[in-house]
């Protein structure tokens, strides 16, 4: 990749995408497309994270409003993704441009074969000049399963190719110190380096009937990203030039930016943190807790003290203190079975395990990321 190649991510919302009838407004997508052709013209890569399913298949479903029901959406969704695409594959393809569709669940997130196999795909499209347009499969996903919103699925999509920059598209110009509908004084934050407790009580539900996540999932997806290591920005969808300005560093809205003390997860602990989904407990005491975390070394054999839930070797646990206090997240080279065998051996008795129980380089601490991890 050249110096000046970026790689973007952007993602839009439904209310930015849909009329006041709640349809698709070809106005609409035709500014978004014009702006992400701007900036492949400029020889950047572009991935599209597009929300805009269930508001553009509703009507057409029959339903008056926005459905409540999870199979009305998902109904709903299966019209209206179709169509959603056959818009901007027309429009990109009028410009010399493909797009191309990707349907993503959180279980093919949640399985690391199926993460990099999908990064792998999509990095052979970024690469051949294709724009992917991904979305949540919402037809076929349950609701116990799903990303639920497409901020946070975004971010981890950002930190699957290893993005440049995460551009978030919403109703509204910016992030706000306060819920401006409900505090007329609430002022623009031009520039963010860390999501503190006052940004995140600040962060409040959606503005509209079509958008889901509100300010509290942008949230949550800013720090995916940040804690990711990708810059950031958060902008008005209808602002003229939005998406340009914001990759040349010019446009009004929020800059999410990475300092030198920003976490920067790898992939493999960007995994485990935000897509892995553990599956059981191990609990250590507290002085093992300072070895882990203080003296950044790797859990031994020695140092756990009892695992709840049945996990194999390989699996993605969460790590406890005797308080029940969240620790991190950690991938275990045991199993539940072998754990519980191993705690009352006397030291000599461990040297047969000669692996770490948990290795540094597969833990992720849960103040590294600032946030509860495997949410
Ligand atoms: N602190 C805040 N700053 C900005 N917007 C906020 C804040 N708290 C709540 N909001 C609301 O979040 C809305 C954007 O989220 P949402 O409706 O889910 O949009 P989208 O469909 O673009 O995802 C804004 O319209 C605004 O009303
Ligand atoms: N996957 C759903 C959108 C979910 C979602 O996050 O919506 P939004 O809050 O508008 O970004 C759809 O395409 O309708």
């Given at each position: 990749?050249?110096?000046?190649?970026?790689?973007?991510?952007?993602?839009?919302?439904?209310?930015?995408?849909?009329?006041?009838?709640?349809?698709?407004?070809r106005r609409k997508?035709?500014?978004?497309?014009?702006?992400?052709?701007?900036?492949?013209?400029?020889?950047?890569?572009?991935?599209?994270?597009?929300?805009?399913?269930?508001?553009?298949?509703?009507?057409?479903?029959?339903?008056?409003?926005?459905?409540?029901?999870?199979?009305e959406k998902?109904?709903?969704?299966?019209?209206?993704?179709?169509?959603?695409?056959?818009?901007?594959?027309?429009?990109?393809?009028?410009?010399?441009?493909?797009?191309?569709?990707?349907?993503?669940?959180?279980?093919?997130?949640?399985?690391?074969?199926?993460?990099?196999?999908?990064?792998?795909?999509?990095?052979?499209?970024?690469?051949?000049?294709?724009?992917?347009?991904?979305?949540?499969?919402?037809?076929?996903?349950?609701?116990?399963?799903?990303?639920?919103?497409?901020?946070?699925?975004?971010?981890k999509v950002a930190g699957l190719v290893d993005a440049d920059q995460l551009i978030i598209l919403s109703d509204i110009d910016g992030l706000y110190d306060a819920d401006p509908r409900k505090n007329s004084d609430a002022k623009l934050l031009d520039k963010v380096h860390e999501i503190t407790p006052e940004i995140e009580a600040a962060a409040g539900d959606p503005g509209s009937a079509v958008g889901t996540g509100g300010m509290k999932s942008k949230i949550d997806a800013f720090k995916i990203s940040m804690a990711s290591g990708i810059a950031s920005f958060l902008g008005k969808a209808n602002t003229p030039n939005i998406v340009y300005d914001a990759v040349y560093g010019d446009a009004v809205g929020t800059y999410f930016e990475i300092t030198t003390d920003s976490e920067n997860l790898d992939q493999k602990k960007q995994w485990i943190a935000f897509n892995s989904g553990p599956e059981g407990k191990v609990i250590i005491d507290h002085r093992a807790k300072e070895t882990v975390v203080d003296m950044k070394q790797s859990l031994m054999p020695g140092n756990v003290h009892h695992v709840t839930g049945r996990f194999e070797k390989g699996a993605v646990?969460?790590?406890?203190?005797?308080d029940g206090e969240e620790i991190?997240?950690?991938?275990?080279?045991?199993?539940?079975?072998?754990?519980?065998?191993?705690?009352?051996?006397?030291?000599p008795e461990l040297e047969s395990y000669d692996k770490a129980a948990v290795e540094q380089k597969d833990f992720v601490c849960h103040l590294e990321v600032s946030m509860p991890v495997g949410v």
């Open positions: 990749m050249s110096q000046n190649k970026k790689r973007i991510v952007i993602k839009i919302g439904s209310s930015s995408l849909t009329s006041a009838h709640g349809e698709i407004s997508l035709e500014k978004l497309v014009d702006e992400v052709v701007r900036l492949k013209d400029d020889g950047h890569e572009v991935l599209l994270v597009s929300s805009g399913a269930v508001a553009a298949g509703y009507r057409k479903l029959g339903c008056l409003e926005r459905p409540s029901t999870l199979p998902q109904a709903a969704a299966s019209i209206g993704q179709g169509l959603l695409m056959e818009s901007y594959s027309d429009l990109f393809l009028s410009h010399g441009y493909m797009g191309s569709q990707i349907l993503i669940t959180r279980s093919d997130f949640s399985d690391e074969n199926r993460y990099n196999n999908a990064r792998n795909t999509i990095n052979v499209l970024l690469e051949r000049g294709i724009i992917p347009i991904v979305n949540e499969n919402d037809t076929i996903t349950i609701d116990r399963l799903k990303f639920g919103d497409n901020d946070t699925l975004s971010a646990v969460r790590i406890q203190d005797l991190g997240l950690g991938v275990v080279n045991y199993s539940s079975e072998q754990m519980k065998n191993m705690i009352n051996l006397t030291e």
